[in-house]
């Protein structure tokens, strides 16, 4: 006698759906005020020429970019702390903690480059932070094209050296693993 092979029923479930979609601009608007604010603070040092009178004093570059570096690390650490515990005890149910947590580390650290680079091209610190924050949250929206599934994947992975299109991307798989888990 010939049995069919057992499989689990589909599940269609809104939550993954809306998990996989929305989650991960929701991430990309959290760190959206970190951007603006350190955009508007780098800029308006370089205005008010602070880094020139602490060269003056003997301090090197590298030692004026580390103190930016480990200011701008330490808040993200802790807000990244606070983001991956929530993450992973509302949403993430299946997810290891320290896995939402180094993502979401490193994503902050991409996001530093972003800043600094941001920062070099203007004088004026609001409308350095307002165009950096517009174009980060405008290269967002580029994940929509990145979702195709027709797109080839060196395509895709050409465009994960976006911070905020890797971030949605790592999102998209989390969101995956958690509904095969279920």
């Keep these: 006698m010939v049995k069919p092979m057992q499989t689990n029923e ?3 479930d809104d939550f993954v759906i ?3 979609q929305i989650l991960p601009l929701v991430m990309v608007v959290i760190f959206l005020l970190p951007i603006y604010k350190l955009t508007s603070s780098i800029v308006g ?3 008010n020429k602070t880094k020139d009178v602490a060269r003056s004093m003997g301090i090197s570059e590298s030692a004026y970019w580390l103190s930016w570096f480990l200011y701008y690390t330490l808040g993200m650490t802790l807000v990244t702390l606070v983001m991956a515990a929530l993450l992973t005890f509302l949403v993430f149910k299946y997810s290891e903690f320290q896995l939402v947590f180094v993502v979401l580390w ?14 070099a091209l ?7 932070s ?5 174009l980060f949250f405008a ?5 929509i094209i990145v979702r195709d599934p027709h797109m080839e994947e060196h395509l895709k992975l050409a465009a994960s050296l976006v911070p905020s299109i890797a971030v949605q991307r790592c999102f998209d798989a989390l969101a995956e693993l958690e509904r095969q888990r279920q």
């Design 10 to 12: 589909f599940v269609k």
């Design 122 to 128: 203007f004088t004026k610190p609001t409308l350095a």
């Design 130 to 134: 307002i165009v950096g924050s517009l």
């Design 18 to 20: 809306a998990q996989k």
């Design 45 to 47: 040092e370089r205005l």
């Design 106 to 119: 490193l994503y902050g650290l991409s996001l530093f480059a972003y800043i600094v680079f941001i920062s």
């Design 139 to 143: 290269s967002s929206f580029v994940d």
